[in-house]
């Protein structure tokens, strides 16, 4: 990494062929590690921590980088996103206790889209906001328009060399889950892919009931929800979350709940996807939601059917702890999974779900923060519109502008 290097350049491809030369990396791949240092730079406490412990190699932080990959232009200049971002990173990677499990690419992800989600908008309901007070009704109808535009963008198709054609399409996270969850629910009945089964669903008369848990704090003023399989929910998909929801239940209730039977009952179920999260075999990525449910100590042997006694494991590690080579221990109050391997190994692995303490006080911490930055957000337009009503109309308001595609695509010119 070039110290004499001027950052707001955002060019790294005269850096990244002299290094190429020396290297014999190409280019591209050069130029992407540089990157990711150009983004840890930006995070001065998690670049001390990873000085400290050396605990991330390039490939985790490559990782960070490419998470922030689209950003709006909003938040990148946002040096408060940064500091939020530092803070959070840092907390969630150093380690607490021996031996833990260094957080996957895949969780660090999942953290950063969650800050992301949680802080984006809030300039854009501003702005929103700021032209129904300046009386203005022809704007918000361009902001529809350009969101009627974004959707019908977000459907495309194109056809394979075999005849066959791939569709792809755009949607929001709550209407993907609930698509997600009628096409599982189809293909898991009738035993067949996804893509019959989606293709029943649209042709035939087939109705499907589909219940989706959303997990809300309610104790936190405005807080996301959490969806799985998508995560955190921007706040237009909490609120409609929020409406469509017929049933409320009581998680801390369910925490403590006990049933008599092998089964545990549906909130039971929601518990412990919400505090796990994932499969909590280490370093596996697989959504609670389609984990099964083990029993730490055997139903047979007296284990109760209860949240203090059980995780989610996906299939395949659930059949790989049933085959005895493994054992693990149960901190029910933190949901800390420890892994006891055959070989003597052992190793933490932390409860990632909405409902694990860790992740209540992260919303905490982030909403008290979102509050901190809407205010300011606030006070921002305050002063636009001010200004405005003194220059006359305003411009429309500013793009999604992804600054980090664009060092991409300088990076595509030859190095010479
Ligand atoms: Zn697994």
Known sequence: MPTDFHADERDWTTVAAGLARSIGSSPRFIASNLEALDTLDKLPALRELVEELHHLDMFHLRKIDEALIGLSTDLYDDPFFWETLDDILTEHLSPTRPNPLLPTPASITRKIRGVIRMLEKIEETEDTAGMEDAENPDEPEGVDDA?????????????????SVTTEFRLDALTYASVEKAVRTYATEHGCSFARALTALLLEKIQVQVVLDVYLAHDVDDAPGFLQPVGWLDRECTERAVEMAAKVRDMAEAAEAEVAGYRPNPAIRAYLEGRDGTCRWPGCNRPAVYSQKDHRINHRDGGP???????????????????????????????????????GRWVVDEAEGPLAPKQRRWVQTLSQRRARRHERARAKAEARRREQSRKGPRPGPAGQHPPRMIREEQDDAPPF
């Open 147 to 163: 969101e009627e535009s974004r959707a019908s963008n977000s459907y495309r198709s194109h056809t394979d060399a075999d005849g």
């Open 305 to 343: 059917t209860a949240a203090a006694n059980m995780v989610c494991l996906c299939q395949h590690h659930h059949n790989r702890k049933s085959d005895g080579q493994v054992h693990y221990a149960l901190d029910a109050h933190t949901g800390d999974v420890i892994w006891l391997f055959a070989d």
